[in-house]
T-cell receptor, first 114, second 113 residues
Framework: AQKVTQAQTEISVVEKEDVTLDCVYE???????LFWYKQPPSGELVFLIR??????QNEISGRYSWNFQKSTSSFNFTITASQVVDSAVYFC???????????FGSGTQLTVLP | DGGITQSPKYLFRKEGQNVTLSCEQN?????MYWYRQDPGQGLRLIYY???????QKGDIAEGYSVSREKKESFPLTVTSAQKNPTAFYLC????????????FGPGTRLTVL
C-alpha cells in the first residue's frame, strides 16, 4: 500500500522567515508522481505542483521551491520569506485514480504571524 | 471560466434525512471524486468515477451513494445510514484518473442536527 506521511502537524513562523514542510512517501512503485496542494481558510484546495519520481532537480516557483529525493522518499516544500497569506494547510498527496490509495494525509497547518 | 461548482455552500439537515450534494464541472475532465474532511483531518475518499456510468468506492463509502449520468455532474447522496454525516465535503476532478492533478470545488459544509 502507498502511504504519505507529513509528520509536522502544525508549524508557526514569523513573517519573512523561511519554512520547510516535510513529506515522506512510501510505495513499492518504481516510478510515481507526488503532488502538493494548499488549503487556505476558505477551504478550497489549490494545486501547487506535481513531480515525477525520476526528476530530482529542485523546482522553484517564486518564493516556493520543492526538493524531491528518491533515496529518502522525501518531497519537501520550502517557502522562502513567508507571508501571512501563506497561512494554510498544505497537503502532500499521492496520485489520484485507478486502484491506488487516494486518501490525503492530515496535512501540515502553517501559520505565518505578522 | 472553467471550474468546479458545488452547491450549496452550507447545508443543514435533520437526522434521518437523505441529502444530495451537487458537483458540476465544465473542465471536460473524465474523472471526478468526492472527499470528506473532518476538523483537523486530512481528506478521505468517498467515491470516485473515471468515466460516465461507472464509479468505485473509496475508503469510506458506507452510507453514501453517487451517480455519474453525465460527464459534467457527480452528485453525492448522504443517506440516513451514514452514522456521522456532519463534515466538510469536497468534490474534485482531473483529466484522467491517473497521474494528473486534481481541481477542487469550494466545498459544502453539511451539518446534521
Amino acid at each position: 500500500a502507498q502511504k504519505v506521511t507529513q509528520a509536522q502537524t502544525e508549524i508557526s513562523v514569523v513573517e519573512k522567515e523561511d519554512v520547510t514542510l516535510d513529506c515522506v512517501y512510501e510505495t513499492r512503485d518504481t516510478t510515481y508522481y507526488l503532488f502538493w496542494y494548499k488549503q487556505p481558510p476558505s477551504g478550497e484546495l489549490v494545486f501547487l505542483i506535481r513531480r515525477n519520481s525520476f526528476d530530482e532537480q529542485n523546482e522553484i516557483s517564486g518564493r516556493y521551491s520543492w526538493n524531491f529525493q528518491k533515496s529518502t522518499s522525501s518531497f519537501n516544500f520550502t517557502i522562502t520569506a513567508s507571508q501571512v497569506v501563506d497561512s494554510a494547510v498544505y497537503f502532500c498527496a499521492p496520485p489520484p485514480g485507478s486502484a491506488r490509495q487516494l486518501t490525503f494525509g492530515s496535512g501540515t497547518q502553517l501559520t505565518v504571524l505578522p | 471560466d472553467g471550474g468546479i461548482t458545488q452547491s450549496p455552500k452550507y447545508l443543514f439537515r435533520k437526522e434521518g434525512q437523505n441529502v444530495t450534494l451537487s458537483c458540476e464541472q465544465n473542465l471536460n475532465h473524465d474523472a471526478m471524486y468526492w472527499y470528506r474532511q473532518d476538523p483537523g483531518q486530512g481528506l478521505r475518499l468517498i467515491y470516485y468515477s473515471q468515466i460516465v456510468n461507472d464509479f468505485q468506492k473509496g475508503d469510506i463509502a458506507e452510507g453514501y451513494s453517487v451517480s455519474r449520468e453525465k460527464k459534467e455532474s457527480f452528485p453525492l447522496t448522504v443517506t440516513s445510514a451514514q452514522k456521522n454525516p456532519t463534515a466538510f465535503y469536497l468534490c474534485a476532478s482531473s483529466r484522467l484518473a491517473g497521474d494528473n492533478e486534481q481541481f477542487f470545488g469550494p466545498g459544502t459544509r453539511l451539518t446534521v442536527l
